[in-house]
């Protein structure tokens, strides 16, 4: 570690410069760290907020600092501050693989796809079978009007994790858009079975057999719908 005052190189585990006196680090780093962690996890991101911006003053190039405080302006709704230190995070550890699928999020959320995109890529050229990573790449490209791209990350993920059912209503959506019906209501089907009675997919479903010209399954599948709405607020 070289000190910014004097350029005098010190140990990582030296807490000032041998040269100059400088403060290097916080001895109890760790300890700061968790502190604004439970402050975060309790709903104190003020308190989480503050410490970690004056962890971050003290180590500017603490990667988990300064991940864990755009983590927090995230949940604040400060994206462009918490894009800014997912960045920064990046920067100092281009691996963190967990940091870059958060700054996915925090681009996604802004409105900048291709950004989001990027993000979510990186993620995968680090582990491609990050099936998040693959779900949320896809929801990104579907927004971006990528279509193809994003039902080949939908069907990477249903095969990575066949549990994620979501991505085959996201699916159905697609062919759908592409005037595929049949492989629409295949995949649609497929989601309201596998789902407690999936809504969304049911009324996509109704709306195909209506093109169809079956009003009566039509029919049946929009009052399975409305008997599912309104037991949700009963």
């Known amino acids: ?27 109890y780093i760790d300890h ?7 402050q975060e996890t309790e709903g104190n991101h003020r308190e989480a907020r503050r410490e970690l911006e004056r962890l971050v003053e003290a180590e500017p190039d603490n990667v988990l600092a300064n991940h864990m405080l755009g983590h927090v302006y995230y949940h604040q709704g400060t994206l462009d501050q918490a894009i800014a230190y997912y960045e920064r995070a990046l920067e100092l550890a281009p691996k963190f693989v967990e940091c870059s699928y958060d700054l996915g999020g925090a681009c996604y959320h802004r409105g900048n796809m291709p950004r ?11 582990d491609p079978n990050y099936n998040a990573a693959h779900y949320r790449l896809a929801i990104a490209l579907f927004h971006a009007g ?26 159905g959506v697609i062919y759908e858009r592409m005037g595929d019906s049949d492989s629409a209501a295949r995949e649609f089907q497929r989601s309201a079975d596998d789902v407690v009675e999936e809504v969304s997919s049911l009324y996509h479903l109704a709306q195909i057999y209506k093109s169809r010209g079956d009003e009566t399954a039509a029919n049946k599948l929009l009052e399975r719908a409305r008997q599912f709405g309104r037991a949700q607020v009963s």
């Open 116 to 126: 989001a995109i990027r993000a979510y890529r990186r993620c995968l050229e680090i």
């Open 32 to 38: 700061r760290l968790l502190h604004a962690l439970v």
């Open 1 to 27: 570690m070289r000190c910014t005052r004097c350029g005098h190189e010190s140990a990582d585990t030296d807490k000032f410069c041998a040269e100059c006196g400088l403060f290097m680090r916080d001895a």
């Open 146 to 171: 990528e279509l193809d791209q994003a039902l080949e990350h939908f069907e990477k993920c249903t095969a990575l994790t066949p549990e994620y059912l979501m991505a085959r209503y996201h699916i």
